[in-house]
């Protein structure tokens, strides 16, 4: 083990997981170099950090605002108010996309099998109110369908920007990969670092957290 950049701890030379790691990243984003890499990295958080603000914003206004906390149950899961509902939507699709993404780029399972069970509850969360309203006298069909549309749309957002900040988090661990261990962060370079000597490595568990 040996001390990289800001004091953190990293193995000694490139593993075969990060090695795979910076090529399917370099591969999926199509980096042009440190300062394409640096725009995207700053577009993706910035993005991303709008779009959560646009969320909490369109919750704010289209729940809360309109005072829509309601005394009865709104749903036969678990028991919640509309407005509960809304905030565990765009919490179980935010954690639903990060964990999608670091299953996906990292080849884990337990994150794919975190994710799915994740996105079905907030499926059936944001459609039963229109099943309701069609189903049921127990509310309007004018108002099943008000509310499932802002709980896709809240779902929706909410992925969006979660998606956006981890590919943040992605591109900053190969901006710092590829910068430790001197590679051109092109899709055409960074396979290159497997002939490289023994080097320290970024571990992505370090800068992801």
Same mark, same amino acid.
């Given at each position: ?23 399917? !990243? ?13 725009? +995207? =990295? ?9 779009? +959560? ?6 919750? /704010? ?6 005072? $829509? ?32 993404? @670091? &299953? ?5 399972? =337990?994150? &794919?099998? @975190? ?29 099943? !369908? /008000? ?6 749309? =809240? ?17 900053? /661990? ?8 001197? =590679? ?17 490595? @970024?571990?992505? $568990?370090?800068? @992801?957290?």
């Amino acid at each position: 083990m040996v001390e990289g950049p800001d004091g953190i701890v990293a193995d000694a030379g490139p593993t075969p997981d990060h090695q795979e790691l910076a090529e399917r !990243l370099s591969v999926r984003f199509q980096t042009q170099g440190f300062a394409s890499l640096n725009s +995207m =990295i700053f577009a993706k958080a910035k993005n991303g950090a709008m779009v +959560m603000t646009g969320l909490a914003f369109f919750v /704010w206004m289209s729940v809360f605002f309109r005072q $829509e906390l309601s005394t009865e149950v709104d749903t036969i899961l678990l028991g919640f108010h509309f407005h509960h509902v809304a905030l565990l939507v765009a919490a179980l699709a935010f954690f639903a996309a990060v964990f999608s993404e @670091l &299953g996906n780029e990292l080849g884990r399972a =337990i994150p &794919g099998l @975190l994710a799915g069970p994740m996105q079905v509850v907030a499926f059936i969360y944001a459609i039963e109110p229109v099943i309701t309203g069609f189903s049921s006298d127990a509310l309007a069909v004018e108002a099943g !369908l /008000w509310r499932t549309g802002r709980l896709i749309t =809240i779902a929706v957002g909410s992925t969006l920007g979660a998606r956006m900040i981890m590919e943040a988090f992605f591109l900053v /661990w190969l901006r710092d990969f590829c910068d430790f261990n001197g =590679i051109d962060p092109r899709p055409s370079q960074v396979p290159a670092m497997a002939t490289l000597p023994g080097e320290a490595l @970024l571990e992505v $568990e370090d800068v @992801l957290s």
